[in-house]
C-alpha cells in the first residue's frame, strides 16, 4: 500500500528526492484502506508543500514493542517551536503567509490524528534540525488478539 501511494504522490513531488525504507513486509495493521490512504497522503502532502528544492522525503517503517510504527520524514522549513503544540489544531497553520502560498486550510494534520486515534494509534511530531518528521504508532495486529480489534 505503500509504495503503491508513494508512486502516485511522486508524479507530484518530482522535485524532490523521495525515498522508502520498507523494513516490514508482512506488518498488519487494523486500520481501513482508505483512512490510512487518507493519513499518508495529507502527511505526504505536507512534507512536499513544506519542503525546499532539492529536498528529501523519507518514508520508513519499523516494528517496536508491539507497535507498528511509520514514519515521515522531510528536509523541509520545519515548524518553529511555539507552533509544535497546536499543529493538530484544526484550522492551526504556522502563520498566514506559508498557508496563503500554500493554500493550506490546516484541516490536514487535524483530520490525520482523528483517523489515527480511530484506529488506536497515535501520532505525534518529531522536529529535527533539518527539517519534520511525523511518527505514527499503530498497535500491530500480529499480537493484538482479534477480539481487541476496534469494531
Ligand atoms: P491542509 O492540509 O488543510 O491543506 P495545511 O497543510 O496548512 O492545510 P495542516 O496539514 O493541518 O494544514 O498543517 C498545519 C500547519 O503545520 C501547516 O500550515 C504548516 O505550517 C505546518 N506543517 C505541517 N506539516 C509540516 C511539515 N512537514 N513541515 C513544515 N511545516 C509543516
Ligand atoms: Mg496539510
Not at 69 to 98: H, L, M, Q, W
Not at 108 to 115: D, P, Y
Amino acid at each position: 500500500l505503500l509504495l503503491d501511494l508513494i508512486g502516485r504522490m511522486k508524479a507530484k513531488a518530482e522535485r524532490f528526492e523521495v525515498a522508502i525504507v520498507p523494513h516490514l513486509n508482512d506488518a498488519v495493521i487494523w486500520a481501513d484502506r482508505e483512512s490510512l490512504v487518507h493519513i499518508m497522503i495529507n502527511l505526504l502532502d505536507n512534507a512536499i508543500k513544506y519542503n525546499l528544492p532539492g529536498g528529501q522525503i523519507v518514508v520508513s517503517d519499523h516494528e517496536a514493542e508491539g507497535k507498528v510504527v511509520i514514519e515521515v520524514a522531510d528536509t523541509g522549513i520545519g515548524i518553529p517551536e511555539e507552533a509544535r503544540s497546536k499543529i493538530f489544531e484544526p484550522f492551526y497553520t504556522v502563520n498566514k503567509d506559508r498557508s496563503r502560498q500554500t493554500g493550506g486550510t490546516g484541516l490536514g494534520l487535524a483530520l490525520v490524528k482523528q483517523l489515527v486515534e480511530k484506529h488506536r494509534g497515535t501520532i505525534e511530531l518529531i522536529s529535527t534540525d533539518d527539517g519534520t518528521t511525523f511518527r505514527l504508532c499503530f498497535p500491530s495486529f500480529h499480537t493484538a488478539s482479534r477480539k481487541e480489534a476496534p469494531q
